[in-house]
């Protein structure tokens, strides 16, 4: 963790920002200490504050962990990934996303289709930008290569496939992003503070769609933007053709367009669907002109697209839409209060 978070770092608990106990640095990073919040200005004369651990630079806040799709996700993930010297082999991980397909030949289109997302949202230098359920990292790094301050988010802080994973890209390829352990129901930012979100099959894992949505909204800018690919959605056509759950492993679960409107609308959002990268070059080179106007007209039709396996979304925060609520957290007493001397405070 280096510094300049805390500037839109926020208590769970109390919406207070935060100082930090500096155990252990490497250069301007932290690598371990603790967050100890301002406390509440209206209990206990402000002396009531929270404090979260930060270990080997990633910070443990985990309000949103009582979740029972939380926990199932983290033991699903614990308990599976093994079988294969390649699963921690540190230079096949650092070649993600190119590289995912000689481990899942089913992510092909992993890498083309967020790269594609990121282009469409224009990455400023110096954006915030919070990539949720980010599992092993790749989707951060190619963030950070933007030159966007980049947060990573995720429930599993494991090396290899979670957050400790960062390590090996930070030296592979000579970039930094911050890490964050958390559910993407509790979202630990200050209100209006982050320029972009992004999800790469990651939304579909969330144990509240409405909740997830309503927190981006909350720390979005005006003029913000969530974008999401390579996610699991059902269709009407999916009903009749492939009505198969895909619930089984770990938290993930079929999210229905129509569900997933409802939410949208009520988080405040406007909404934009494209073809996701993978089925637009599939029908280009089969095709060929034809394939690209066949894109443009399904483009046009929000309804036909949704009938496609794969989408890319766009859910855009109108500067008119400002009114959010702030999350309602309850308030913990800590047996211990540290005197705000002892902290590097940051206003």
Not at 226 to 238: H, K, L, Y
Request: glycine share 6%; with cysteine; proline share 5%.
């Amino acid at each position: 963790m280096k510094t300049d978070i805390l500037e839109i770092l926020r208590c769970p608990q109390c919406h207070s920002k935060f100082g930090v106990r500096v155990e252990q640095r490497s250069g301007d990073e932290i690598r371990s200490g603790q967050l100890v919040c301002h406390g509440h200005p209206q209990l206990d004369g402000g002396r009531l504050r929270h404090h979260y651990d930060i270990e080997d630079g990633i910070v443990h806040f985990c309000e949103g962990f009582a979740e029972e799709i939380v926990q199932k996700e983290i033991e699903y993930e614990n308990t599976t990934y093994h079988g294969s010297d390649r699963l921690t082999d540190p230079q096949l991980i650092a070649g993600f996303p190119d590289t995912l397909t000689e481990l899942w030949p089913h992510t092909a289109h992993f890498g083309p289709d967020f790269r594609v997302l990121i282009d469409r949202i224009d990455i400023r230098p110096g954006d915030w930008v919070l990539d949720i359920g980010t599992g092993p990292c790749w989707s951060s790094r190619l963030l950070a290569q933007r030159g966007a301050r980049v947060i990573a988010l995720d429930v599993n802080e494991a090396n290899f496939y979670g957050l400790k994973t960062s390590d090996i890209l930070f030296s592979a390829h000579n970039v930094y992003f911050e890490r964050v352990l958390e559910s993407m129901t509790h979202l630990p930012f200050a209100n209006e503070s982050i320029d972009r979100i992004t999800f790469n099959a990651s939304f579909h894992h969330t144990p509240d769609h409405d909740r997830t949505l309503a927190e981006c909204f909350r720390v979005l800018k005006p003029d913000g933007i969530v974008a999401m690919v390579n996610e699991e959605f059902g269709s009407i056509r999916q009903r009749f053709f492939c009505p198969e759950s895909t619930s089984d492993t770990g938290s993930h679960h079929r999210i229905e367009y129509a569900e997933f409107d409802r939410s949208v609308k009520k988080a405040g959002f406007g909404a934009e669907f494209y073809v996701a990268e993978h089925v637009r070059e599939k029908l280009h080179n089969k095709f060929s002109a034809f394939g690209d106007m066949l894109v443009q007209a399904v483009e046009q039709v929000p309804l036909a697209l949704k009938q496609l396996n794969s989408a890319l979304i766009i859910l855009k925060k109108e500067p008119a839409n400002r009114s959010f609520a702030m999350p309602i957290q309850p308030l913990r007493i800590e047996s211990e209060t540290a005197p705000l001397g002892v902290l590097q405070s940051h206003a």
